[in-house]
């Protein structure tokens, strides 16, 4: 009776017979096809011996290696973590990624990055893909490059010439080489950072968000900006971090801590808030009776010219309603300076009060799209984000002559994001050259640890939007 080995290589080798007989069809040999990737490719069984491999695998004939274990392959020091990574796969039935330095006869240590995939069939894993790639030669230039670092041969030249701190990492997040300042204490020592990622040294949530900032700035090739929080020696510390992209595998990452004058950032949005509130309170008890005192004194003589059958009693009664349309006005923007209600009212009806207040004062179409589950308990932050969309609103209508505004408030996996979009002319690229209002709008959101982008092109509107992590 035929072993568990044997019997799976012979289905690998039905599976590739009826590949074969596919690929033959357009003159393409399945062994052509396979020995032509420059990928490596490997299918382990569930107990992970090899059945199935290409020629450039171990850079070995793949009948040598057909049958034998995988963990021959694998230093005795990464055996049990290649196996917990191999057992992920098969229970958890998801890629799993991995660097790993393997043993090849008559060749050495090479390393290898690469994705393991469950196979699937009939609901079940019946074995492991494995596709990985050859990077011996940049691990080595990582490890010279450390090694350097390490015995002080290479610096970044700036030292001491900005106030800021610099890091210089890789596309995979790994940090590189380093400049800081005097004062500057680091999260963890330099010797114990470099050559790691961001993932390994920092706390998880500032880390993954930080390496999907690091790939966006890669992808776009645009300078992107990233505050976060740390706790250092018991006391909370906030940076600003600015990922430049220097080389096709190098960015830069210049840190300041901005703890001091985020506070002074917070007494300036205290004063901001205090002022409207107290706008507010003036046109409800000032400019607001005294509307009303004009409405009715427009009535009163609107019933007299009625008496002496006068026609002007029409004028007089369009002064009336115009009166007590300035009168709603002016109580809504009141209430827009000073948000009482926000205390006791979800963010979601605030934001379609604001909406309607928009549409009945600017005569414009403002739409609210919100998604379910999306909620505020924090007032401070209710209100940083109702602001943020105010001020938005203010812009879209002043700077850009908007005749319709779009608010969105979407819910993902990892957060919320709001936009903010209009149909306006669209403004420069200098965005706060148009005054304080995207100053603050910058401000508010860094209270609430936010990431505001703001993207606009002449004669095409302008989106502001803001993500919540």
Not at 107 to 117: K, L, M, P, Y
Not at 370 to 396: P, S
Request: hydrophobic share 40%; aromatic share 8%; glycine share 6%.
């Amino acid at each position: 009776m035929p072993n568990k080995n044997t019997s799976n290589t012979t289905k690998v080798a039905r599976t590739k017979h009826t590949s074969s007989q596919a690929l033959e069809k357009h003159g393409i040999g399945f062994d052509d096809f396979v020995n032509s990737l420059t990928d490596y490719v490997t299918v382990v069984d569930t107990e992970y011996n090899i059945v199935f491999a290409n020629k450039v695998v171990l850079r070995t004939a793949p009948h040598k290696i057909m049958g034998t274990s995988v963990f021959l392959y694998v230093p005795e020091d990464e055996q049990e973590k290649v196996k917990q990574k191999l057992d992920g796969v098969m229970s958890n039935r998801q890629p799993v990624g991995h660097d790993l330095r393997s043993n090849v006869p008559g060749v050495g240590a090479v390393w290898f990055s690469g994705v393991a995939s469950p196979i699937i069939k009939r609901g079940r894993v019946v074995g492991i893909v494995i596709v990985a790639r050859d990077v011996t030669t940049k691990k080595n230039y990582e490890e010279t490059l450390l090694r350097d670092i390490l015995d002080k041969k290479r610096c970044i030249p700036l030292e001491h010439r900005i106030p800021d701190e610099i890091f210089l990492v890789n596309r995979e997040g790994r940090f590189l080489d380093f400049s800081l300042t005097r004062d500057f204490e680091p999260y963890v020592p330099p010797e114990s950072f470099i050559g790691k990622r961001l993932d390994e040294v920092m706390p998880q949530e500032v880390a993954l968000r930080a390496l999907k900032i690091l790939k966006e700035a890669f992808e776009t090739k645009i300078a992107q900006i990233y505050e976060y929080e740390l706790t250092q020696n018991g006391a909370k510390r906030h940076f600003e971090a600015r990922f430049i992209v220097m080389h096709d595998d190098e960015c830069m990452i210049i840190v300041r801590d901005t703890t001091d004058t985020l506070g002074l950032r917070e007494e300036f949005l205290k004063l901001v808030s205090e002022e409207q509130k107290r706008m507010g309170h003036n046109l409800h008890d000032g400019l607001s009776q005294h509307l009303t005192g004009i409405a009715f004194l427009g009535k009163d003589l609107e019933n007299r010219l009625k008496n002496r059958g006068l026609k002007e009693a029409g004028d007089a009664k369009k002064i009336t309603h115009l009166v007590n349309e300035a009168i709603d006005h002016t109580r809504r923007l009141a209430q827009g300076m000073h948000l009482v209600e926000i205390e006791t009212s979800e963010l979601k009806d605030v934001l379609a009060e604001l909406c309607t207040t928009t549409e009945k004062i600017y005569r414009i179409a403002c739409r609210l799209e919100y998604d379910n589950g999306v909620q505020f308990d924090d007032v401070d932050v209710k209100m940083h984000i109702y602001r943020i969309v105010q001020e938005a609103i203010n812009n879209a209508i002043r700077h850009g002559g908007a005749k319709a505004i779009d608010i969105k408030v979407r819910k993902h996996p990892e957060g919320v994001r709001f936009v903010v979009a209009d149909n306006g002319n669209g403004i420069e690229n200098n965005f706060e050259a148009h005054g304080a209002g995207f100053k603050i709008m910058k401000y508010r959101a860094q209270m609430i640890n936010a990431t505001m982008r703001v993207k606009s092109q002449l004669g095409t509107g302008t989106q502001i939007s803001f993500d919540m992590f």
